[in-house]
């Protein structure tokens, strides 16, 4: 069956330091995935989205890369800030042409 | 306009209630989802809707009952909740419920506590 692993629920890192979070995935081939930041209570917030055929996608300080032999997306904050602390989720088509499944997310913690 | 809007914030229900909860998006997006979230895990798919026609049911039990009157609302109606039932209830939209080409816009939640 179809899994996606976000490699720790919890992840603590000192300010400035960049922040790596890793999504794994097995027995399936997604076309895309894609990032979302979730703060407590409120609905997931889409950060970048990145093709089967791209290694690499940026937008400010996030980078996101897909390793499609290895089956995983990792995605990093460089410079990372308090307000950076939140819930990180990756979410992956399972099969071509159906709606996005995610995985269980990494709350990540910048401390000061 | 980018937003997602639900209705009410917060939800407190006894289990012979009935309610209703709302959403709107004036997007234009084709696409319309209801998930249900517990504390610390993923949201959970339960409903899609295509161009106002449900098209996914993720065998969600039968006092859920979704509704979409048109192309920008989308109602999911309780009846004779649990109270394993309380959960955050969130809304989304897409251009397409086609793949992870297109990204998801979440509206901020209905927290739901059913007694």
């Known amino acids: 069956s179809q899994k996606i692993e976000q490699n720790s629920e919890a992840l603590n890192i000192q300010e400035g330091k960049t922040a790596t979070l890793t999504c794994n995935y097995t027995n399936y081939s997604p076309a895309y995935l894609q990032w979302y930041r979730q703060d407590p209570g409120r609905g997931p917030v889409f950060l970048l989205l990145i093709r089967e055929n791209e290694k690499e996608k940026r937008k400010e300080r996030l980078k996101v890369t897909f390793d499609t032999t290895l089956k995983q997306s990792l995605f990093h904050i460089t410079a990372s800030q308090p307000a950076d602390s939140a819930t990180y989720l990756c979410?992956?088509?399972?099969?071509?042409?159906?709606?996005?499944?995610f995985g269980k997310g990494t709350r990540l913690s910048v401390i000061a | 306009d980018t937003e997602v809007t639900q209705t009410p914030k917060h939800l407190v229900m006894g289990m012979t209630n009935k309610k209703s909860l709302k959403c709107e998006q004036h997007?234009?997006?084709?696409?319309m989802y209801w998930y249900k979230q517990k504390a610390k895990k993923p949201p959970e798919l339960m409903f899609v809707y295509s161009y106002e026609k449900l098209s996914i049911n993720e065998s969600v039990p039968s006092r859920f009952s979704p509704e979409c009157p048109n192309s920008s609302l989308l109602n999911l109606h309780l009846h004779a909740l649990q109270p394993e039932d309380s959960a955050l209830y969130l809304c989304a939209s897409s251009q397409s419920t086609s793949g992870g080409a297109y990204t998801q816009y979440f509206g901020p939640g209905t927290r739901l506590t059913v007694l």
């Open positions: 979410a992956l088509d399972i099969k071509r042409n159906t709606p996005l499944v």
């Open positions: 997007m234009g997006h084709r696409a």
